[in-house]
């Protein structure tokens, strides 16, 4: 397995046929964002450029932004607007949860911006979120959070919300951190991942690697280790595609057979679910990655 080649190499100037995508048929995706619009609503799909995002408001599903969409950190790699963000909006947690009872959501996924500006960097409306959908719909609730800038209290007050899925993506490996995730800190986001499932191991942990950044094989397998020996549960691979220009360039576009090997070898470290493929995003299918049996069986 180490001779997997993901040593960076020139960006292709077209993408590859792996990377393109049918739109789906119909117009079920109209549904959603009517939806959505009606409730004046953020969305990683739209704010990310997620490229799923045809797919997935077919589906009737979506994943939701919430404290605003302006974020206090420049990412090198993220089209969220970045700058001064907005008052959090107090009624958010209702129209969210609204929205998820309307599409009749089983799964429900909610990520952020990262809101340094807060004292809490907006825990406890991640946790009056978790509690209105609960309420509302029943759901299961995933997160996927910022770091809280490491802070315990900020953590305890989601983990005490009891979200099924806890996701903090690690992004990239840490010799890319500072192009990548600016002032992000890759030991701190193990260590949020080590404390969460201290707190809580009934809590799923998931986190998320983006590849083609410049990464090598040998640094990814010690990321994977790293998740692991923390912990961590779930385990998502894709392909970092560049927004615009303006931000880092692709190194490499990788072919799903390598994706298929690096997940092989995560199983074998003990993840218990992973999900690889050029278009897998963290929140992608994210019901199904979940099973009731997914911590009996680790091959599941």
């Not at 953020?42 to 450029?49: D, E, L, M, S």
């Not at 600016?182 to 009934?202: F, I, N």
């Not at 894709?238 to 072919?255: E, M, W």
Request: glycine share 6%.
């Amino acid at each position: 397995m180490r001779a997997l080649p993901l040593l960076a190499e020139p960006p292709q100037r077209r993408l590859p046929d792996w990377l393109k995508k049918p739109l789906p048929r119909g117009n079920e995706d109209f549904f959603t964002q009517r939806l959505l619009d009606e409730l004046q609503l953020q969305t990683v799909c739209v704010n990310a450029r997620c490229p799923n995002q045809a797919e997935c408001w077919s589906r009737r599903t979506a994943t939701f932004m919430i404290l605003g969409n302006i974020c206090t950190r420049p990412c090198g790699f993220c089209s969220v607007s970045r700058g001064q963000p907005l008052d959090v909006e107090e009624d958010e947690p209702e129209r969210l949860a609204e929205a998820a009872f309307r599409l009749r959501l089983k799964h429900v996924v909610i990520t952020s911006v990262t809101r340094d500006d807060l004292p809490d960097g907006g825990a406890n409306h991640f946790r009056r979120c978790i509690l209105a959908v609960r309420l509302r719909t029943g759901a299961a609730v995933e997160v996927l959070t910022p770091d809280f800038l490491g802070d315990p209290k900020a953590l305890d007050t989601v983990i005490d919300a009891r979200p099924e899925v806890f996701n903090h993506n690690l992004e990239t490996v840490p010799r890319l951190y500072r192009r990548a995730r600016g002032r992000a800190d890759y030991q701190r986001s193990l260590d949020l991942l080590a404390y969460v499932k201290r707190r809580d191991p009934s809590i799923i942990t998931k986190t998320g690697l983006m590849l083609g950044l410049g990464e090598t094989v040998d640094e990814l397998f010690d990321v994977l280790a790293d998740a692991r020996a923390v912990g961590c549960d779930i385990l998502t691979l894709g392909q970092y595609l560049a927004p615009t220009l303006k931000h880092i360039p692709v190194a490499r576009y990788v072919p799903p057979s390598e994706f298929d090997a690096l997940a092989e070898v995560a199983r074998r470290l003990g993840f218990l679910q992973v999900v690889a493929g050029p278009f897998v995003r963290s929140s992608y299918h994210a019901d199904e990655m979940v099973r009731p049996h997914a911590h009996a069986d680790p091959n599941a």
